[in-house]
């Protein structure tokens, strides 16, 4: 018997990560602009942006590390699990911000 390469899967699958993958990697990038008032927006957009670089560093170098201590399956509990209450928590606590106007927005801040 004899074990055939099927190109496309890997191929679809991959594409099929960076299609839905890439929607919630901009989120963040998108909110910035909103959530900041005009006078921090510089600055506060540039601390968001290095303390996300900082946690997805400390997150990448410790993978390993908790992937010994827990084993390869409850790290992906792990993982699945804060990414779904990341989820709700952005779900319940994110205000709607669409057909506002940006000092409507900032009132809400305040």
Do not use: D, Q
């Not at 006078?39 to 997805?56: E, M, N, P």
């Not at 010994?68 to 790290?75: C, G, R, V, Y």
């Not at 509990?77 to 106007?101: A, D, M, Q, R």
């Amino acid at each position: 018997m004899s074990i055939y390469s099927i190109p496309w899967i890997p191929i679809t699958i991959l594409c099929g990560i960076n299609f839905f993958g890439a929607s919630v990697i901009i989120l963040p990038w998108m909110l910035l602009s909103e959530v900041f008032p005009n006078k921090a927006r510089g600055i506060a957009t540039g601390s968001s942006a290095g303390l996300s670089y900082l946690l997805i560093f400390i997150l990448t170098k410790s993978y390993i590390e908790i992937e010994i201590l827990l084993t390869l399956e409850f790290t992906m509990v792990l993982f699945g699990c804060l990414g779904i209450f990341g989820s709700l928590h952005l779900y319940f606590y994110l205000p709607e911000t669409e057909n506002k106007t940006l000092s409507e927005i900032e009132e809400f801040f305040a």
